[in-house]
């Protein structure tokens, strides 16, 4: 019998959400509850001058008991944070305001090329995948962000824009003080 988050101290079980930030969709991902497995929900319209887009990833994120979210952050190939890595890693700051969980950032270089590899391997035209490819890095930043988790790594980086103590006793993946 293998052990899954919910027998290491300091990883509690629950649905986790994942997050692909782009510039004019956001892609969304949940998992199940026992987070071993990933799947799409929904494509949002990136909400530029709002934040409706925040509230419906709240309002999901509390529809499901959320534990965690994580946002994928996407570093250039030689791990530094460039412009759209800096705007993710805003957003995400955005989104933890929205939100009585913790958000952390996965490291998500190429997960939107793998997206559209998966999706034209599926025999996705093109031009359908616009409405889907959000969703599909959403369901692999978030499977990736899973399979750590597994591995007794932790789902992410915390923000560290995040006050240290009134968040880090809910983080799932933070370890156990005591």
């Known amino acids: 019998m293998s052990s899954g988050p919910q027998d290491r ?3 509690a079980p629950g ?3 994942g997050v692909d930030v782009g510039e004019v969709r ?3 991902a949940a998992s199940d509850p026992l987070g071993m497995l990933a799947h799409p929900v929904a494509t949002l319209r990136r909400d530029q001058e709002g934040s409706a887009d925040l509230e419906e990833i709240a309002d999901e994120a509390r529809r499901r008991g ?3 979210v ?3 952050m996407p570093r250039s190939l030689d791990g530094t944070e460039r412009v759209a890595a800096q705007r993710a890693r805003r957003y995400a700051e955005r989104l933890q305001r929205c939100l009585e969980v913790p958000v952390r ?3 998500e270089r190429m997960s939107t090329v793998d997206a559209h590899r998966a999706l034209h391997g599926s025999g996705v035209p093109g ?3 616009r ?3 959000d969703q599909v890095a959403a369901v692999l930043i978030l499977q990736a962000a899973l399979d750590s988790r597994r591995a007794g790594r932790p789902a992410g980086a915390p923000l560290t824009a995040r006050k240290p103590r009134a968040r880090r006793s809910r983080d799932p993946d933070a370890k156990d003080a005591t």
């Open 70 to 72: 994580v946002v994928g």
């Open 127 to 129: 031009r359908e995948q």
């Open 131 to 133: 409405g889907v490819v």
């Open 15 to 17: 649905v986790l959400l």
């Open 105 to 107: 950032l996965w490291d």
């Open 9 to 11: 101290p300091g990883v």
């Open 66 to 68: 959320a534990v965690l």
């Open 26 to 28: 956001v892609g969304l």
